[in-house]
Every structure is written in C-alpha cells, then in structure tokens.
C-alpha cells in the first residue's frame, strides 16, 4: 500500500515542501529510506521503528520503503520524523491515507514516541501556509512559535500515540489559538546611560547611530568606555516590528538558538571574539547556515578590537554593510541570507593603546602604527558612517553625582526621528536614512541640500579626499541629526539641509590620528 504525508526541508531561511510516501509491500522485512538524506535524517529510521512500537499500533513487518522528495534536496533536519510515522502508519493501514491530506508534520521523535521541537519551526509553518496547507501538526513546545502564522491551523502534539488517535478520529486535539504579535513589547531593564559621565561626542554619536541605522567605530586608548557604551547602546534599540520581528525569530531558528517559546521581539545584539572565524562571522558550514552578520539582523553587531580581526572577516563585512544580505556560494550551492544590521566597533589608536593620550607615552614606531591601522581598508572605512574619537573622562565630570541624561529619554528622542523616517520613506522599501539609495534623483529628493552646504560639501570632499560613497553616508548621517532634533524646530526635517548640520555630521566623522584616511 501506498501513502503520503508532508513534512518541510528547511535552506537557509527559507522552506520548501517534502513530500514523504511510504510504501508497504512483500519481502525481507526492513525500513529503507531515500532521496538524499543527511545523516541526522538517516537515522530517523531507528527512531520511527521504535516510536511506532511505543505508539499502541503495532505494524507486522514488510519490507517498507520511505522516500522523501524532491530527490535533488538534501534533507538535514530530524523534524521529519513526524511525517515518516504518519505516511507508514497510513501504508499500514492503522490510519487512512485521506486524513494526511492539508496536513504537515513537522516535529522529531523520541523512542518512546514522544514528540520533540526541531529547529525552524516558524519557517516551516510559513511554508505550510504558502503551499496552501490547513494545518500543521507540532511539538506541543513549538506551537506558540507556529501559531504567529495567521490561517494556519496549529495542532499541539504531545506524542505519536495522540496524533494517531487524532487522525483516527478517536480524540480530536485541540488547536493552538493563533498568538498576535505584540510590537510594543516592554524594554526590561538594562544597563542605563544615566551610568555613563562625559563623553558627550560619543553619546550624540550613539544617538545618531541608533535613530538612523548607521554604522560607528569608536577609537581611543584602552578603558576610556568603549565597550561600556556599546553595552548600553544595545538597550537604546526599540522593539522590532511585526516583520523584523518574524524574520529574526526565522533566523535564530534555523541557528538553533535556544530561546523562550515566542518571537523574538527585541533586537538582537551579537559580539563575537576577534578569534571568529569567517564562516562564523558571515555564514557557513556543512549544512550552510547564518553567521554573526545574519544573528544580529536588525540589530547591532559590536566588534571590539576591530583591527585583530582576520582580514578575510574584515573584507567580508563590505557587502552586508552596503547590501544589507551576505552571498554566501560554496561547491554544494549558494545561499542568500538576510544581514541588515547596524556595525558598532571599537579599536585602540595603535597596538599599545596610547596614541594621542594625554598622560601615557605610545611605546610604538611609525611603521608599526601606519601596520596595525592599515588592517583596516579604504572600502571599510567607507562604509562607516560615523567615526568618533574617545577620551577619556576627565575627574571633575567623573566625581558628578547627578547622574546623566537616562535611557529612557534618548530612546524618545530615537523613536521620534524614526517615525520621521517612516513618515519620509512610506510607500518605500527602505526603513532607515542610512538604507536611502544614492541612484537616481532619491538622494536629492529626500535629502536636499542648501547651496551654502552644496559648497561646504564640496570643500569637505576636496581637504578630506571623500568618496562619492562617504559624501553620501554624510548627507544621511546629517538627515538623521536633523530628526533628532526635530522637537525644537518641527519643520526642519522638511526643509533642505543646512551647513551648519552638515558640519557637525563632519564632526562625527574622525578619523585616528597618523592614519591615512585622516
């Protein structure tokens, strides 16, 4: 007899239907299982035979083959178990093969019988919806995640002896209810920048970085807070929004990260050691997956130290910088993953630390600093749209006591400029100033220029050696200025941008010193 389930194979992050058919027939009795499976698939030949033992339908033994298609896919995931069950317990007999029909399995079995989450679980039931399924049938630990998919019936499933006894019809599971998505998640409580005394260039920097969606390095002489700051400026972020917050639970799924049950609703900050590699960094492996660039979509991604970096994670960083995704093509396919993160690293002047300090004397030659700040390329540099030194606090502003300007009140001012920002860009793809293209006529229309600044520009580019890349990353840069300080003069978002903005957006943008884009 013949029988077909459905289960889902999951590549990068993005799913695309199995078809799993069973057939029983004469001959040695066995459990063959084909169509190109991976090891942890393989296996699931064991874990089926002993969780339809355990299930209270016992099946006589055939020589029973199981494929699985498309053939030309590799399947990795073990959360096809659920659906090798089903479609031989159809083939058998004990369930009939039409109560498999609109219904997908996804789930991995215990020997016992007991219904495991596997990883992925959302983007498979995105799938099930796309491909025109009623329902899906998961993990009982799973169902929260599956049911933010609206018109998509999801069946909590505590082990195989009750899915058996659902299809019969014998007792039916009940749905989970679909869960809506909360974007106005509460912020927990978290480090404050209340903590944080002086470095006044560097907040506003913080505050640009986060209202606008742009890119920061942070240099200066080791334990003047850089690290302190990128620590505090993750809690700046506001929630994601419903898509964001889709897609990043997508991402971390398929990563396996472990996670409570739900979305992930706040944006990610990933800071990986100087020691990652660059299938770690940017994506890789043997099923390929995410890297660190991918984890912190739409979130921030902090590189302390950023020169010890391999070279090849440095390069590496251009194009999801520029792109907001990362290509990654090996012998075995290619994949697209979505990396639309915002970059804050932080590096020290030259190899001892003590470029430029005023207290301390740099043990260091020439050559050696012009070495360690050329691990740094031109096109990085480029990308980065805020550069800003760090000096340390003086003791008149760390013996403060009242404390600084909190959290709470720079996230209401971010919020405000990003609601600008959407307001500007609705009916468009990009969600940022930082993501405004610069082909066409788009940077000139949203972001007009004074003639005064034109020429300021103009001069900026000529002493400083810009590229058309940084000229436009500093008309972005100064757009987003604007909308931080939009609640002292409303109208200044639509008005086109002044001089004096412009130099500060300048400002923010230093270079170390003896380095070559100085």
Sequence with gaps: MLARAHSASIVGV????????????????????????????????????????????GVPPRKQVVNLAPAD?????????????????????????????????WGELALDGVVRPASGTLIVAESARAAGFRAIAVARASAIEASYVPGLEVLPVDDLR???????????IDPQPTTAIDEAAPIAAELDMADVRGLALARRAIEAMVAGGHNLLLHGPPGVGKTMLARRAAAL??????????????????????????????????????TVSVAG????????????????????LFLDELPEYGRGCLEGLREPLEDGHVHLVRARGALR????????????PCPCGYLGHPDRTCTDSPGAVQRYQERLSGPLLDRLDLVVPVHAASAEELSQKTP???????????????????????????????????????LDRLIPLTSAAERLLTSLAARRSLSPRAQHRLRRLARTLVDLDAAADPEAPDRPLGAEVLAEAAHLRRMPEHSRQA
């Excluded at 178990?81 to 399995?105: N, S, T």
């Design 14 to 57: 993005e799913g695309i239907v199995v078809i799993v058919e069973a057939s029983v027939g004469l001959g040695l009795p066995c459990l063959t299982l084909v169509g190109r499976a991976s090891g942890a698939v393989m296996e699931a030949r064991e874990r089926v035979k002993s969780a339809l033992g355990h299930c209270g339908h």
């Design 73 to 105: 896919e590799r399947k990795e995931s073990p959360g096809i178990d659920l659906a090798v069950a089903c479609a031989l317990l159809a083939a058998h007999g004990v369930i009939q093969p039409e109560r498999l029909d609109g219904l997908m399995f």
């Design 162 to 172: 009750a899915l058996c006894a659902h299809l019969r019809g014998e007792r039916a």
């Design 237 to 274: 972020f506001p929630p994601l929004d419903a898509e964001a917050a889709l897609t990043v639970t997508k991402i971390h799924g398929v990563a396996g990260l472990a996670r409570d049950p739900g979305l992930v609703t706040r944006p990610p900050f990933r800071a990986p050691h100087h």
């Design 281 to 300: 960094l940017l994506g890789g492996g043997q099923p390929l997956r995410p890297g660190e660039v991918s984890l912190a979509h739409r979130g921030l």
């Design 337 to 348: 993953l979505p990396a639309r993160f915002q970059l804050m690293a932080a590096m020290n």
């Design 404 to 442: 600084s300007e909190p959290s709470t009140a720079i996230r209401a001012r971010i919020e405000g400029a990003r609601a600008r920002q959407r307001r500007r860009l609705h009916g468009t793809r990009w969600r940022s100033n930082a993501e405004i293209p610069a082909h066409g006529d788009t």
